[in-house]
């Protein structure tokens, strides 16, 4: 599971969510005690009351794995799709055995279910269901030895059925039905699912915890024009009598059922290979074109995964799909990932937002969480931090060492950041919601965890236990202490304290250090002291280290050390004084670490020292000081462009216009060239006028040639606005947001049918800001262009399948543009009054409308308190 990292749409979906109220809750029925519970509240004996303020009297909850009485080995389904209602109908078949005890009832999760039927050997058995879990008796007890196949006939109504959602998943709905009934011409039919964590059981009746796993067969009927696509291979397509068509999909290696997937639609599907297996991109068929650079490298990463893994790729194919409206960035379904739209580009898109890293996520959750799957919730990170960790690999093997460094100082960032609010030990028993281990600290701590474990066993012992791991583990559920005991098996070690500290453990070390030169006894002392919070981080870390000691003519001198006290002294003998030194050399650690340099010790890191990470700090320290012109001037011949972006940022440093001119032109990387023609633009307009002109004619990067687009309409509005439309009829699916942006700044009703089509066409990930330019536009227009605008925002109100977010902002934005009428209206003659007080009622009845036909009473209720009305 990759999480969507976009801070605009993650602010935009807490302001929308607040706005848009709580989800539903679903009530249970009374003959909920026949579930065993996933959680277990021990009571301590009472207490007196002198202890009543100092001791707990129970202890917290503990989400432990989940308790397994059956063993489900296979599961076969039997679908088609009511799209109308939005149904599931389906034909269920599970062969399962008891785990060890015998038992003459089988329990499974099923949600919104109706149950026509539930038999053994074609004979009916009896069944209670509450809306959430089937209680089935069965026709004997069976035990351990036995096998039994129950055949379930049922509908599954996920659309009905009271859903909620998370940060990371914001729903857990399982199945969607993306406009099932073709109410908006501009987006296709499609159907998906998201099983994680625990969703799947809202269209199949299964045994959903992820310490379960069996084999699968999907069948699925559709219409004809529709692909279909689900874990392992098709077996066969068979065309029926009635324009539909039966897909058989069998996978015969065993996987959890959250896992579970199937993707039904109108693809583009674009073959590869590995080693003679098949690797299939589906697309949407405009996208087919780019659809290998979409999903670029993916062959490459499946050879290079498999061979440090020294563990072939398992499954028996690998495809990956972007669906419209996804409820979360991307997931793992095995040999199936299914990817949000966002990542769905243009090649030209693709040269500034590549999607590398969630395609290498994805792929390398194959390993981990699908082939090794964490046996509870709270163990996450064995599948998440893994994923996280993949990404830095790919970057360090594709695009060097620097370029996964910067990622890594990202994710620290990120994690840093999270930290501030809350932490808690990457493997959590206490979770409040299984929901809310899907954070910065199962993703990203976790695989700064595993970088620091890298470090202290070696690469070669790294990934030789990260294969034992993988062989030893095979298609099970894990706990971390398996990781841990893969590692010590390889290498010898006693790593309990690093699991210990990293995994069992909260927070992360915040160090003090101060570095002093003794030129009488020719000594450099370091002094670290611990600072974190030891109410909320480990009170002492155990931080094997080094310190680096640079000497004045580069050359440096590395000394291991140990920090294991609060407060701690290295004295280390240094026959002159050290031009730099450096705790943490090769920046490893987790750790916020607060040191103090002087200038001429940051020129000397950013000289001497070959780490990304030192050469980043020496220039962001740097930034305001305009002593540092020196260092600036090398940082623009660094292979690595953001260190060549940030040569081009510093302010004190003077450029002659041809090497910015160069440099905007001809730089290897789009980040160098748009920066080096911002900083062109206010150095010298007249040559960047000229330059701008060049790069509209050259250029592919889109954040580039927005800049150079702008800059010319701000001096020519007309040449800009030609130089517009000429990209808008070039780049319309590439540079949409950039362009709509330019047309609703002036006041031309023109570019009002461009606005209308992309907004009623937009995905979740360009509403929001097209909705902004089109009512910015409309708002100038007169009365006939304010309703034209309100149409194509109507189109999007009135749809049952439409993000109810999209929805409300379409309503209100009509609201809006109804205010802006009553304005036109005062300032108007009278004959202006009589059309314009016409388009108001146009308007307000428009409104009535979309309230009284909206069947979601959370948002009717939103418009009615908002708009109201």
């Known amino acids: 599971m990759y999480k969507m990292r976009i801070n605009f749409l993650l602010g935009l979906f807490f302001v929308l969510l607040v706005a848009c109220g709580t989800q539903k809750q679903y009530v249970e029925s009374d003959f909920m005690d026949f579930e065993f519970l996933d959680t277990l509240v021990v009571k301590a004996s009472p207490i007196s009351s002198s202890q009543q303020d100092t001791v707990p009297i129970e202890l917290p909850v503990y989400h432990g794995e989940a308790k397994r009485t059956h063993d489900l080995l296979h599961t076969k389904l039997d679908l088609s799709f009511n799209w109308e209602k939005e149904y599931v109908l389906g034909v269920a078949t599970l062969d399962i055995k008891p785990l060890f005890y015998s038992t003459s009832t089988l329990t499974l999760d099923a949600i919104g279910f109706d149950i026509h039927s539930i038999k053994i050997q074609n004979k009916d058995l009896k069944f209670k269901y509450n809306g959430r879990k089937i209680i089935i008796t069965l026709d004997k007890e069976y035990t351990r030895e036995e096998q039994f196949k129950i055949v379930i006939d049922y509908t599954a109504k996920p659309s009905e059925t009271p859903t909620s959602g998370s940060f990371a998943i914001t729903s857990d709905k399982g199945l969607f039905f993306i406009n099932p009934r073709k109410e908006n011409p501009h987006k296709p039919q499609q159907i998906w699912t998201q099983g994680e964590t625990e969703h799947n059981s809202r269209w199949f009746p299964t045994i959903d915890k992820p310490n379960e796993r069996c084999t699968q067969e999907m069948i699925l009927t559709v219409q004809d024009r529709f692909e279909t696509l689900s874990n392992g291979l098709l077996i066969s397509s068979t065309k029926n009598a009635n324009g539909t068509r039966t897909d058989y999909w069998k996978q015969e290696l065993p996987h959890a059922p959250y896992l579970f997937m199937i993707a039904v639609g109108e693809y583009a599907k674009v073959n590869d290979k590995w080693n003679n297996m098949d690797v299939d991109y589906y697309v949407e068929k405009e996208y087919e074109p780019d ?11 499946l050879d290079f995964f498999s061979n440090i893994l020294d563990y072939p790729y398992p499954w028996e194919k690998y495809s990956q799909i972007v669906v419209r409206d996804f409820v979360s960035g991307a997931m793992e379904n095995t040999t199936a990932s299914i990817f949000g739209e966002f990542v769905q580009k243009t090649e030209q898109e693709l040269i500034d937002r590549g999607n590398d890293k969630i395609v290498a ?3 390398f959750h194959h390993w981990f969480g699908d082939l090794v799957t964490c046996e509870s919730w709270s163990n996450l990170t064995l599948n998440e931090g893994f994923a996280n960790y993949a990404e830095y690999l790919w970057l360090e093997h594709k695009y060097g060492k620097f370029s996964a460094e910067h990622h890594r100082m990202n994710e620290q960032n990120g994690y840093v950041e999270s930290a501030f609010s809350r932490t808690h030990p990457l493997i959590d028993y206490h979770y409040h919601d299984k929901e809310d281990m899907f954070d910065a600290h199962s993703y990203n701590k976790g695989g700064l965890v595993l970088h620091m474990l890298r470090d202290i066993v070696g690469d070669e012992a790294f990934f030789m236990s990260l294969s034992k791991y993988l062989k030893d583990n095979e298609f099970t559920a894990v706990e971390a202490d398996e990781l841990r005991l893969s590692f010590e098996d390889i290498t010898g070690l006693d790593l309990n304290w690093f699991f210990n500290q990293w995994y069992f453990s909260e927070g992360h070390p915040i160090l003090e250090v101060s570095y002093n030169y003794d030129f009488s006894k020719s000594m450099l002392n370091v002094k670290v002291e611990q600072t974190q919070d030891p109410n909320d981080h480990v009170p002492i870390f155990i931080l094997p280290t080094e310190i680096a000691i640079y000497r004045k003519d580069g050359s440096v001198d590395k000394h291991n050390v140990t920090i294991n006290k609060r407060e701690q002294s290295f004295s280390i003998p240094c026959d002159d004084e050290p031009a730099v030194a450096v705790l943490d050399g090769k920046r490893y650690l987790l750790a916020e670490i607060n040191e103090v340099f002087s200038t001429a010790q940051l020129k000397a890191l950013y000289r001497h020292s070959p780490h990304f990470l030192d050469k980043h700090i020496a220039l962001t320290r740097l930034r305001n000081n305009d002593r540092a012109k020196d260092i600036y001037a090398l940082a ?11 040569g081009i940022d510093y302010e004190y ?3 002659s216009s041809k090497t910015l001119d160069d440099l905007a032109l001809n730089d290897l990387h789009s980040a160098v060239r748009k920066s080096a023609f911002i900083r062109l633009k206010d150095d010298n307009p007249d040559l960047a006028y000229t330059v701008a002109k060049q790069i509209l004619e050259k250029e592919k990067s889109i954040p580039i040639l927005t800049q150079a687009v702008r800059f010319v309409s701000s001096v020519d509005q007309s040449e800009g606005l030609n130089y517009a439309e000429n990209l808008y ?9 950039s362009l709509l942006d330019l047309f609703s700044k002036g006041e031309d009703m023109k570019y009002l049918p461009y606005l209308n089509e992309a907004l009623v066409s937009a995905n979740i990930y360009k509403f929001f800001p097209i909705a902004n330019y089109h009512l910015t536009l409309a708002s100038k227009g007169n009365h006939d262009d304010i309703i034209s605008a309100a149409k194509a ?18 309503t209100n934005n009509i609201s809006k543009l109804k205010s802006k009428l009553v304005n036109l209206m005062v300032e108007g003659t009278t004959e202006n009054r009589s059309n314009i007080n ?6 307000d009845e428009m409104i009535k409308k979309i309230i009284e036909n909206e069947s979601d009473e959370e948002l009717k209720q939103k418009y009615i308190s908002n708009l109201g009305t």
């Not at 659809?291 to 990463?301: D, L």
């Not at 016409?838 to 308007?843: I, K, M």
């Open 291 to 301: 659809a290998k650079a979409i999903f670029n490298h993916t062959p490459e990463m």
């Open 838 to 843: 016409s388009a108001v009622v146009t308007l």
């Open 729 to 737: 009829s070039k780049y319309k699916n590439s540079m949409s947001i």
């Open 793 to 810: 925002l109507e189109s999007i109100s009135v749809s049952t399948s439409e993000n109810s977010y999209k929805k409300f902002i379409a």
């Open 636 to 646: 623009l011949n660094e292979d690595y462009h953001l260190l060549r972006d940030m």
């Open 653 to 655: 440093q003077t450029f």
């Open 361 to 363: 996520h994805e792929l």
